[in-house]
């Protein structure tokens, strides 16, 4: 089982390109959940998915950030139009009955 | 809405010493995890504790949940340098039933340095 393994692992953007965070959830798992965390604070959530399913999106900023979680393939965090602010490290985790499983994580950097 | 409070924010402890974390929440708590994550990684998960009461232990590692379930320590015994990292409690939101539904809420998380 190689648990949830985001891509990539290190993402460097320049302001106002876009940002594409992969996030496949552990064999078994049907449920996505994003974090954010900003330097010297904690875990915030962003959103909450099921295949092809939004279900929870309350953590999500209201502009440029979107999720996806389509039937095929991994979930999708995109955030357009990069800005400095968006500079922090994202996780991904799943869930099952056996509770919630974190990824490695993505740390994006803009410049 | 439901927050977690840490506590202390950082720990130096010298190696061989036993060592308390706590985390606080102002309602029930119906699932609480504890993680460990080393700077600049991912969280390694490390417990999760429902029933008021609950005690479980790996290794040097205890972790307890009150009986009010509103409260959990998190104890480590002989600390060794590689106890060093940041622990994160987080918590479910509403009672789970046949498998996580919902996000977990995070505390700001403890940082802790052991001196050899």
């Known amino acids: 089982n190689a648990g949830v393994m985001q891509n990539p692992r290190h993402l460097v953007r320049r302001r106002g390109q876009e940002a594409r965070l992969r996030c496949s959830p552990m064999?078994?798992?049907?449920?996505v959940y994003w974090y954010r965390q900003l330097p010297e604070e904690g875990l915030k959530f962003m959103v909450y998915?099921?295949?092809?399913?939004?279900?929870?999106e309350s953590g999500m900023p209201k502009e440029r950030f979107s999720a996806e979680f389509p039937k095929e393939g991994p979930s999708i965090l995109r955030i357009q139009q990069v800005v400095r602010g968006d500079s922090a490290a994202y996780f991904c985790a799943s869930s099952g009955l056996d509770g919630y499983t974190f990824g490695s994580g993505t740390r994006l950097t803009v410049v | 809405s439901q927050e977690l409070e840490q506590s202390p924010q950082s720990l130096i402890v010298q190696e061989g010493k036993n060592l308390t974390i706590n985390c606080t929440s102002s309602?029930?708590?119906?699932?609480l995890y504890w993680y460990k994550q080393k700077y600049g990684e991912g969280l390694i998960f490390l417990m999760m504790l429902q029933k008021g009461g609950e005690e479980k232990s790996h290794e040097k590692i205890t972790a307890k949940l009150d009986e009010k379930k509103q409260q959990s320590s998190l104890h480590i015994t002989a600390s060794q340098p590689s106890h060093a990292g940041i622990y994160l409690c987080?918590?479910?939101?509403?009672?789970?039933?046949?498998?996580?539904?919902?996000?977990?809420?995070f505390g700001k998380g403890t940082k802790l340095s052991v001196k050899p």
């Open positions: 987080g918590a479910d939101q509403s009672p789970r039933y046949g498998g996580s539904q919902g996000n977990l809420i």
């Open positions: 998915l099921q295949k092809e399913n939004i279900i929870d």
């Open positions: 064999k078994g798992h049907s449920h």
């Open positions: 309602k029930t708590l119906y699932g």
